[in-house]
């Protein structure tokens, strides 16, 4: 008799595999490293430059909040600087969850799994899970460039640890909601669309209010960046978590959902 969770493991391990062997993925990563690498560089270079005037500065920002946390999302920073962790997180995660689901169902390989007898609840979070396996690869990596230095600055732990969180629940709820599109279409190119737009749509609907001159809390409530905003800044909270889980899970249950109906109508 096998434990509920092997299902689960056994699509994982086989759609990682997929990934990795994906010229797709390996691309996005080289460049999107490459990327952070300039931009860190630059971020670096800002904070050196910078040291007499901070000297000044009794309480002043340190290494965490010029370098470390700036190096995870440009929501704090702005200017001309390359894009954070965050902002590449919404163009590439689309890409690599459009064929999680639309691209077995374009290659007429969708009927297999389901033949496996695997509830349709498992298939989705194996794929689920896959893919953010390789997105805590890629963060851990972006991490790591700031955190080479630790040995030579005074890092704030709990301010870059409430901004890993916030960048780890940014990326579970963008790889589900890719999942989710990807669970809708046979066509990769309109579930990375799709997810690409709600992404977009999420982080910036807020802003668009605020151009609006509409001031509601409830397009705060909405927005993803609003909610990201919070946990870089060092503050976690129980609100923000939440709405990250709770993106997670409607968009999941939506892509299962999905693939239950699918199967029924064989």
Same mark, same amino acid.
């Given at each position: 008799?096998s434990?509920?969770?092997?299902g689960?493991?056994?699509?994982?391990r086989?759609?990682l595999?997929?990934?990795?062997v994906?010229?797709?993925?390996?691309?996005?990563?080289?460049?999107?490293?490459?990327?952070l690498?300039w931009?860190?560089?630059?971020?670096?270079?800002?904070f050196?430059?910078?040291?007499?005037?901070?000297a000044a500065?009794?309480?002043?920002?340190?290494?965490?909040?010029?370098?470390?946390?700036?190096?995870?999302?440009?929501?704090?920073?702005?200017?001309?600087?390359?894009?954070?962790?965050?902002?590449?997180?919404?163009?590439?995660?689309?890409?690599?969850?459009?064929?999680?689901?639309?691209?077995?169902?374009?290659?007429?390989?969708?009927?297999?799994?389901?033949?496996?007898?695997l509830?349709?609840?498992?298939?989705v979070?194996?794929?689920?899970?896959?893919?953010?396996?390789?997105?805590?690869?890629?963060?851990?990596?972006?991490?790591?460039?700031?955190?080479?230095l630790?040995h030579?600055?005074?890092?704030d732990?709990?301010?870059?640890?409430?901004?890993?969180?916030?960048?780890?629940?940014?990326?579970?709820?963008?790889?589900?909601? $890719? =999942?989710?599109?990807?669970? @809708?279409? *046979? +066509?990769?190119?309109? !579930?990375?669309a799709? #997810? &690409?737009?709600? /992404? %977009?749509?999420?982080a910036?609907?807020?802003?668009?209010?605020?151009?609006? $001159? =509409?001031?509601?809390?409830? @397009?705060? *409530? +909405?927005?993803?960046? !609003?909610h990201?905003? #919070? &946990?870089?800044? /060092? %503050?976690v909270?129980?609100?923000?978590?939440?709405?990250?889980?709770?993106?997670?899970?409607?968009?999941?249950?939506?892509?299962?959902?999905?693939?239950?109906?699918?199967?029924?109508?064989?």
């Amino acid at each position: 008799m096998s434990l509920p969770w092997t299902g689960v493991f056994a699509v994982t391990r086989l759609e990682l595999r997929r990934l990795f062997v994906r010229p797709l993925a390996w691309v996005l990563a080289a460049l999107t490293l490459a990327q952070l690498a300039w931009r860190f560089v630059l971020l670096l270079g800002g904070f050196l430059a910078s040291q007499i005037k901070l000297a000044a500065l009794p309480g002043g920002p340190g290494y965490t909040d010029l370098v470390g946390v700036p190096m995870l999302s440009s929501i704090l920073t702005g200017g001309i600087l390359p894009f954070g962790v965050a902002e590449l997180a919404l163009v590439i995660v689309p890409l690599l969850a459009m064929s999680t689901l639309a691209g077995e169902r374009s290659n007429g390989t969708l009927p297999l799994w389901f033949a496996t007898g695997l509830p349709s609840s498992h298939i989705v979070l194996g794929k689920y899970l896959a893919l953010m396996l390789w997105l805590v690869i890629w963060l851990v990596l972006a991490l790591a460039m700031p955190l080479s230095l630790a040995h030579g600055v005074t890092l704030d732990w709990g301010k870059l640890a409430s901004a890993s969180l916030g960048l780890l629940l940014m990326l579970a709820a963008l790889a589900a909601i $890719g =999942v989710a599109c990807s669970a @809708f279409t *046979a +066509l990769p190119a309109m !579930a990375a669309a799709t #997810s &690409l737009m709600l /992404g %977009l749509a999420l982080a910036g609907v807020n802003l668009g209010a605020q151009m609006a $001159g =509409v001031s509601n809390g409830f @397009f705060n *409530a +909405l927005s993803l960046s !609003a909610h990201l905003e #919070s &946990l870089l800044r /060092g %503050l976690v909270s129980s609100a923000d978590v939440m709405w990250f889980v709770l993106v997670i899970a409607v968009a999941l249950a939506l892509a299962t959902q999905r693939l239950s109906s699918e199967r029924e109508r064989g």
